[in-house]
């Protein structure tokens, strides 16, 4: 394939070739017609300065052998006589009306310039210079344009191969660097230079191989964490049914910790799907006009056993209908997920509460809390548990990732506010209908 140097090169020296051919034409013609202008003139001026000469004389145009020399050197030859017939019918009037004819004529089938003065002593004189003469005169004109278009078409060749290099090298700079991305390296970023268009194109890749790169690496996280929070239970389940199978741990102690690291193990998976389903393409949300209070009522609900059997209070707090703008069956599972959280976390005796507003759904509870600096990273996938995972009774991690990216999904926000010890609240703000004022508490 031709490369684009290349054809912008080609591109640059058809267009100076035909310009430069154009040049030449086009000065060609102008020389050529200058050339003849003046030789014309020439000649009316020579043919003016000998009838001049020959109104004084006795007998006109009878004693003309001094100025002959001249002629020669010319190679001009003239008439002096009553018969003009041979001049353009345009010249005839004019002396017809004595006055000074010029122009162009074909004597005898040679092309000739004519100057022809008007009448002396009844004769008129017409002197001729052979057009041949002219070409010994222009030439020099035209070796000089030649000269030039030589010298300008190697001055704008070698300016084509420049700009072609210039264009053309970013761009190259840019398809080995998405070479080098393809196969999985990490280029550095292609220098921002050249043209509007140029840098516009070094700058979009560049911040498409940071893009790139973070991916990566959050892919890489990701997969390293997922692979630890599934070699976690796995080595627990592993190790419990070596040792029932050496006897060495009873089968229902062992059964039971099996059967817990199991669920744990479900609700990763579970949670892994439903990023998974996220993150696809097809991923929809179908928004209505909800009752926050209903869902909250119905989370309490599902959730009512455990709470008992975890010693907390959980209850649903709303000040009456609290409209939204939401997916129903989103925001059950978004208020499952801090619902769940929240009665892991929070010690024996303790409160856990659904308040809801208008497009406002908070759950508190009186747990340990969060320090200041977790806040802004408190729904990053498994930072929490990294980061409590051996203090406390945490999930697997991804829960809240969950809710901050469905919450997101359906035009809403979430965000924490904690004490620890005294009171944390996951707050989620959703679109409410027209009618309906938001809740900024």
Known sequence: MTSLRARLFQAIALTVVLCVGLTIAVGLVLTRRAVDDATLKDVEHQAALIAARERSAVSAYTNLHPVRPLFAQQHETYRAGTDVSFLPESAQQRLLLDRTASGSVTVDGRAYFFAAEPRIQGKYFVLLRPKSVTT??????????????LAGG????????????????????VADA???????????????????????????FNELA??????REAERNFLLS??????????AIRGYAEAVQDGAIDAREAAATVSLEAARLERLVGDLLDLARM????????????????????????????????????IAVSQGPSPAVADADRVLQVVSNLVENALR????????????????????????????????????????????????AVGTGLGLAI?????????????????????TAFTVRLGVPARQPARTA
């Open 136 to 149: 010994s005169g222009w030439t020099p004109f035209v070796y000089g344009l030649l000269i030039a278009a």
């Open 154 to 173: 190697v001055l704008a060749a070698l300016a084509a191969l420049l700009l072609a290099r210039r264009i053309a090298r970013p761009v190259g700079r």
């Open 178 to 204: 998405s070479r080098s991305l393809a196969r999985g390296l990490h280029p550095e970023p292609v220098p921002v230079e050249g043209a509007a268009e140029l840098a516009t194109l070094a700058t979009a």
């Open 210 to 215: 940071a893009q790139l790169a973070r991916a």
């Open 226 to 235: 997922v692979s630890h929070e599934l070699k976690t239970p796995l080595t």
């Open 279 to 314: 993150n696809r393409t097809d991923f929809s949300v179908h928004s209505s006009e909800i009752d926050l209070a209903e869902v909250a009522d119905d989370a309490v609900r599902r959730y009512q056993p455990q709470a008992d059997a975890f010693g907390l209070s959980l």
């Open 345 to 392: 976390l929070t010690p024996p005796g303790g409160e856990v509460r659904v308040v809801t507003a208008p497009g406002l759904l908070r759950v508190e509870d009186t747990g340990p809390g969060l320090a200041d600096d977790d806040h802004p990273r408190a729904f990053e996938r498994f930072y929490l548990h990294e980061r409590y995972g051996r203090e406390r």
């Open 403 to 423: 809710v901050k990216e469905l919450t997101e999904a359906m035009g809403g926000t979430v965000s924490v506010e904690s004490e620890p010890g005294r009171l």
